[in-house]
Nanobody
């Protein structure tokens, strides 16, 4: 059984930075891939960043150049470094871990960016 827990959300002013962390337990060897998603009130959940087992990354156009996703395989964590935050980045952020062909979701962490 894989457990996924996000942390690091909070309130930050526009232009500031936050680092979100996703810790996965119950992992055998390593994760296959991971993604960070976000959902604002009244909106669909959207993928913002993804990293695969070969460390290839992709980003939504809205966050390119500002967000960086990276993995620490020794600790089975996946982080999202968010710089130059904008009010439009305000959302609940969720981590999804792919392991042995299955996807596991965390509970979410709230990011609120003030003007």
């Amino acid at each position: 059984q894989v457990q996924v827990v996000e942390s690091g959300g909070g309130l930050v002013q526009a232009g500031g930075s936050l680092r979100l962390s996703c810790a996965a337990s119950g992992i055998i060897d390593s994760i296959s891939g991971a993604g960070w998603h976000r959902q604002a009130p009244g909106k669909q959940r959207e993928l913002v960043a993804h990293i695969d087992r070969s460390y290839n990354t992709m980003y939504a156009n809205s966050v390119k150049g500002r967000f960086t996703i990276f993995r620490d395989d020794a600790k089975n964590t996946v982080s999202l470094q968010m710089n130059s935050l904008e009010t439009e980045d305000t959302a609940a952020y969720y981590c999804a871990i792919v392991h042995l062909g299955n996807t596991y979701w965390g509970q979410g962490t709230q990011v609120t960016v003030s003007s």
